[in-house]
């Protein structure tokens, strides 16, 4: 039987901000999102782009496995376009004793399956980005309802899969208080999350919207501070603890 191939729109190696130590980091092709301050729109298209194997892609890791120690993480776009792919890629990563990251919004999870908990079986550790806790906001910001998002968050608190949450703040988007406390009140309710990653917005890709001939939705608003980031991260963390008693 020929080897599953994936749709890959790049590979990154030596990445710090994708999960526990160097990673080399895989960016899948395909999302149905379409988030306001999506810094990849390239990565939209479903179905294009280079097609790899697992096997191809774990042989460029090994390649320079000794530089990326921290194992490989699979981000996109969207990963879950292609579970079928990322589960090969990583139960054969895991024959390798490789550890595994799976940086995804959770916006394709229906409910517990066969497909999902396989996955899961082979994923270490999972990056869930909460791109904003109020639905009829989330809606605006990323033309999705958050409801699956919110449900895989708390399915892989039930199994006990181990979760970073990722939260990217954009001013006058989702950076008022109340958004940022109810956001650490769901997450207060989790067992399983082990770090919180607050993002600060930044309008860094205009180029590449430019280039690509897309209007940036965002255009005119100031990208958020460190000082900011702090804060709004301070926010969630109180109202953890507040939540957790």
């Given amino acids: ?3 599953i191939k994936g749709y890959i729109h790049s590979i990154e190696t030596c990445g710090t901000v994708d999960g526990p130590g160097i990673r080399f980091v895989v960016f899948m092709q395909g999302c149905p999102m379409r988030c306001l301050y999506c810094h990849n729109p390239d990565t939209w ?3 294009v782009n280079n097609q790899f194997t697992p096997s191809q892609i774990l042989s460029k890791y090994e390649s320079v496995k000794e530089f990326c120690k921290g194992g490989i993480t699979v981000t996109g776009g969207e990963p ?3 579970i079928e792919f990322v589960t090969e890629l990583f139960k054969q990563a895991k024959s390798k004793e490789i550890h595994t990251a799976l940086d995804t919004s959770g ?3 229906g409910g517990k399956s066969e497909k999902f908990d396989e996955l ?3 994923t270490d550790l999972v990056l869930l980005d ?4 109020d639905e009829d906001e989330h809606k605006k910001l990323t ?10 968050a708390q399915y892989l608190s039930q199994v006990g899969k181990p979760m970073w949450v990722r939260h990217v703040v954009v001013p006058g988007v989702n950076d008022k208080e109340e958004y940022l406390a109810k956001l650490g009140e ?4 989790l067992r399983n999350v082990k770090a919180l990653d607050v993002l600060p917005y930044h309008d860094m890709a205009i180029p590449k919207y430019e280039s690509l001939g897309i209007e940036y939705p965002l255009k005119g608003v100031p990208s958020l501070s460190k000082e900011q980031a702090i804060e709004a991260r301070n926010i969630i963390l109180e109202s953890i603890k507040k939540t957790r008693g």
């Fill in 1 to 3: 039987m020929d080897e």
């Fill in 45 to 47: 298209e479903i179905g």
């Fill in 80 to 82: 879950l376009v292609q």
């Fill in 107 to 109: 916006i394709l999870f």
């Fill in 120 to 122: 899961l079986e082979y």
């Fill in 130 to 133: 909460i791109k904003q806790i």
């Fill in 143 to 152: 033309g999705h309802s958050n409801k699956n998002i919110l449900n895989f």
């Fill in 186 to 189: 769901f997450i207060g309710k």
